[in-house]
T-cell receptor
């Protein structure tokens, strides 16, 4: 099993550009989530999904969109990048919040 | 006040010392997670607890549901234990799926 994969590993964007961070898992997990990690802030939930076709907002959803058309994939879209979105982004999957969590390797995004 | 509080924020120890990291939470939970993140690295799951105590090698995690408190112990610490340790709780929504709430992490440095 590849586990949770994220692409790209690094990305530099200019303000106003859009892009999609990819996340995929091959463990047939229903629960998938996106977090951003900033110094001194810990992990903050952006969006999560409890199954294909079902998504919900987390703590910091503004400026981000998600969709879940398949169990395997959970892409995160930045609509119009802003310097405040400079961060490290982690995707995670699991059978649910009361089960072991599996994290992807992260994407380091810089917005100039 | 944050719903999940970790202490200490930073911890420096000498190799071989016994280490304790604490996590307190203020919400009803269905599970508590301990995660580890090495510098510049990804996030891995160490333990998932809903009651009692778990042990894996030199790591021990305990939880007291009544006191809303969990501890992570490292026996015979080693420089390779240097990492950020993160506590996260799965809020209890009475059976429906919610999301995880994270502490800000404890940065541990073990000196040889």
């Amino acid at each position: 099993n590849a586990g949770v994969t994220q692409t790209p590993k690094f990305q530099v964007l200019k303000t106003g550009q859009s892009m999609t961070l990819q996340c995929a898992q091959d463990m047939n997990h229903e629960y998938m989530s996106w977090y951003r990690q900033d110094p001194g802030m810990g992990l903050r939930l952006i969006h999560y999904s409890v199954g294909a076709g079902i998504t919900d907002q987390g703590e910091v959803p503004n400026g981000y969109n998600v969709s879940r058309s398949t169990t395997e994939d959970f892409p995160l879209r930045l609509l119009s990048a802003a310097p405040s979105q400079t961060s490290v982004y982690f995707c995670a999957s699991s059978r649910g919040t009361s089960y072991e969590q599996y994290f992807g390797p992260g994407t380091r995004l810089t917005v100039t | 006040k944050n719903e999940v509080e970790q202490s200490p924020q930073n911890l420096t120890a000498q190799e071989g010392e016994f280490i304790t990291i604490n996590c307190s939470y203020s919400v009803g939970i269905s599970a508590l997670h301990w995660l580890q993140q090495h510098p510049g690295g990804g996030i891995v799951s160490l333990f998932m607890l809903s009651s009692g105590k778990k042990k894996h090698g030199r790591l021990i995690a305990t939880i007291n549901i009544q006191e809303k408190h969990s501890s992570l112990h490292i026996t015979a610490s080693h420089p390779r234990d240097s990492a950020v340790y993160i506590c996260a709780v799965a809020r209890n929504y009475g059976g429906s799926q919610g999301n995880l709430i994270f502490g800000k992490g404890t940065k541990l440095s073990v000196k040889p």
